[in-house]
Each structure stands twice: as structure tokens, then as C-alpha cells.
């Protein structure tokens, strides 16, 4: 058997070489004697400077013993020089890839720092003692069936109240849109003037938090109105679609954790609060966890052990009464609680029973604060 002068590899790799040059636009083997058009062997051989007779030699030992050759399908026909040029233009501004690339870089590094800081937003509460906060349920301002007289009273409360901080959980108008619109036809403030009200709204209160709800994500393809008056009037609280964890840093030390959405997912005929429940599951164990939109009203405690904590649950129910979608589809009457509230008591942060307390109307919400906040003041505690 004879000796093989060449290795299966080098053979692999020798042909590659060769077919490479080939795609390059010389062709294999090439004519002999024409040195204007050379072959991809002697290519080759003159950039490794080996004879083109070694070379030959080689991929015929290669053929012999393994038969392999380079593949004629690699030969790429080299393009002919171009018989004209075209002078270069001035940048038009627009970034190389390059650029693009160094810049995009930047801003998801931006990116990251935002979103993890907006996984919980940090809030300074500056007044000391017993504080509380005041969760708004959908307003619907513009509806017809809106219950202003109660809608107003809420808003003074909360207003009129040293120590209230208040949450809007969403649609604070009807905001029709598509096949929703012909509803206009029934309710007697225009889209004009809804944004009248939620202008004032927006200015009655230092709103800690306002969600636009799912109604006020509609009609907002040029941006969004509430978003635009938020900024313009340079409100203090947090404005953001899809809700919002915060921690409130109470001057005494301690902090308490409220998560905010227009909705949180899960349902349960048996339950309304059922949502809430599943959050602090499989979702996050805040202290306070609120929301809206289903023009139910609904509560539940729900205890851990890790953190030791006593969660609330809180679904606030809406201002709009005679709700035509409940009626056809024939849903019962929930709506028990427009707003809810919870007191927080700095002074008991290690006493989960008497940490929080949930209300469920803003009136009576008030005067326990004022009463605890009286009793804070002259250094006595309730018994």
C-alpha cells in the first residue's frame, strides 16, 4: 500500500484554500502559460510561495487517495472594473452602523437603570406620624351615570385632610373609541369638555399616583392628553401606564410597599378580590396592593410568613352607576365601595395588625386619621 504524501486534513484544508481563491474569481485549473489570467493554483502558490508544480502535485495525490478536488461550483466570476466613477456626497447626518451601534448601546445601558428603578419607585414621605392613602375607583366623569355628588365629596376629603395621599386607579373618563363610539350619543359631555374635567381633577389633589386605565390608553395615537397635563402642570406624583410599585419611606424609618395597577390578572366568580390574592403569590408580597376596573368592589387580607406580613388587598369599585355593559351581560351589583383607603401607623411598623388599617369609605378613613394623628401629636397611643 502506498505511502500517502498528503494528510486527509491537509488535503481538506488545501482544497478550502483553493476554493476560496476560486470564489475570489479565479478559476481552477486555469490556463497554463497565460500569466493575464492566471489559475487559483498559482495564486495560490505564489501568496503561500511554494512552486504551482508542489501545488498540482498535492491535489492530485489528494484526488488519488481520497478523492476529493476542489468544487467547480465555487468559481465566482471576478466583475469587471467599473468604466466610470461617482464622486462621493457629504454625510446626510444620519449614523454609520457603527455609530448606531455605540449609541444604541448607550441607551439600553440608560434603559437598564430606568427600568430597574421603576421596579420599585422610592418615595419620601416628609410628614411625620400616622399618614394614609386614598384609593380612587374609576371615575368616569364624562359618564352619565357618574356620581359627581360623591365623586366631589371624596376629592375634599382628601383635599381637606392633612396626611392623605392620593391614588387615581384608572379611567377617569369613558374615552370611546372604534365601535364604542356610538356610546357618545348617550351621554351629554363631549370629548372636549371630558378633558375640561380631568384637567380638574388632576389639579384638585398632589395625586401620589395616577393610572390611566385601560379607557385612557384609547384615543392616544398623537400622545395622551392626561400624560401631556400631568407634565405641563408639573404634578409631583407618578404618572404611568401600567401601574406602579412604590415604597413609602416614613420619617421614622420605617417603609411600607404599595403596588398600584388598573387590574392585576386572575379571576374568580366566588371572589372579586381573587386578583390580589394571586399577586401576593405569585407576584409580589407588598403591603398594600390596589386596584380597579371592574366596577366591583372588593377585600382581602392575606398573611405570609416570608416576610412575616399582613398584605392588603384592595379592588375599589367606580363612580359610574348604571353601567349599560353590566346590565347586558348581567352582572350583579358589587360596587359597594366607589373609594378605599388604609391608615398607615408609623409608630406600630412591627405590629402587623396595627400597621395598617383598611377603610372603605374616605369619610370615616379621615377622622380615624385625624383622630390618630391628635393622639400621635400629644405623645399618647390608643388603647
Known amino acids: 500500500m502506498p505511502i500517502p504524501s498528503i494528510t486527509r486534513e491537509a488535503a481538506e484544508d488545501l482544497i478550502a484554500a483553493v476554493e476560496d481563491i476560486m470564489g475570489e474569481g479565479f478559476q481552477y485549473p486555469g490556463l497554463s502559460g497565460d500569466p493575464s489570467n492566471p489559475g487559483a493554483v498559482y495564486i495560490y502558490a505564489k501568496r503561500e510561495s511554494v512552486s504551482a508544480m508542489t501545488i498540482r502535485s498535492r491535489l492530485k495525490r489528494a484526488k488519488e487517495l481520497y478523492g476529493v478536488e476542489p468544487r467547480q461550483e465555487a468559481y465566482r466570476p471576478a466583475r469587471a472594473a467599473p468604466i466610470f466613477e461617482i464622486e462621493g456626497l457629504p454625510t446626510d447626518g444620519e449614523p454609520s452602523a457603527e455609530e448606531l451601534i455605540i449609541l444604541l448601546k448607550e441607551r439600553h445601558a440608560k434603559r437598564r437603570l430606568h427600568e430597574a428603578a421603576a421596579e420599585l419607585r422610592q418615595v419620601k414621605v416628609t410628614m411625620d406620624g400616622p399618614v394614609a392613602i386614598a384609593f380612587i375607583g374609576d371615575p368616569h366623569i364624562d359618564d352619565p351615570g357618574c356620581a359627581w355628588g360623591d ?54 389633589l398632589p395625586w401620589l399616583l395616577w393610572e390611566p386605565g385601560n379607557h385612557g390608553a384609547w384615543h392616544t395615537d398623537y400622545g395622551d392628553p392626561a400624560e401631556i397635563m400631568h407634565r405641563l402642570h408639573k404634578s409631583i406624583g407618578v404618572y404611568s401606564d401600567g401601574g406602579a410599585r412604590m415604597q413609602l419611606n416614613l420619617p421614622n424609618g420605617a417603609a411600607v410597599r404599595v403596588n398600584v395597577r388598573h387590574d392585576f390578572p386572575g379571576r374568580s366568580q366566588f371572589n372579586p378580590a381573587h386578583a390580589l390574592v394571586r399577586e401576593t403569590l405569585f407576584g409580589y408580597r407588598d403591603h398594600i396592593l390596589a386596584c380597579g ?91
Not at 392633612?162 to 359631555?189: C, E, F, H
Not at 352582572?331 to 388604609?342: D, L, V, Y
Request: with cysteine; proline share 4%.
Open 151 to 204: 365623586l366631589e365629596r371624596d376629592v375634599a376629603v382628601c383635599r381637606d385632610t392633612p396626611g392623605i395621599m392620593a391614588v387615581n386607579v384608572g379611567d377617569t373618563s369613558n374615552n370611546w373609541v372604534g365601535r364604542l363610539m356610538r356610546l357618545y350619543a348617550n351621554q351629554s359631555v363631549t370629548a372636549r369638555q371630558s378633558l375640561k374635567l380631568i384637567e380638574w381633577l388632576m389639579l384638585q
Open 293 to 383: 376596573h371592574r366596577h366591583q368592589s372588593g377585600y382581602v387580607p392575606i398573611w405570609h410568613n416570608d416576610p412575616k406580613r399582613l398584605c392588603h388587598g384592595l379592588r375599589a369599585g367606580a363612580y359610574k352607576d348604571w353601567d349599560h355593559y353590566a346590565k347586558e351581560k348581567g352582572f350583579k351589583e358589587e360596587n359597594w365601595a366607589r373609594a378605599m383607603g388604609a391608615v398607615i401607623n408609623p409608630d406600630y411598623s412591627e405590629d402587623p395588625v396595627r400597621f395598617i388599617k383598611p377603610f372603605f369609605n374616605l369619610e370615616e378613613m379621615a377622622e380615624y386619621l385625624t383622630w390618630r394623628r391628635g393622639k400621635w401629636e400629644v405623645g399618647k397611643s390608643a388603647t
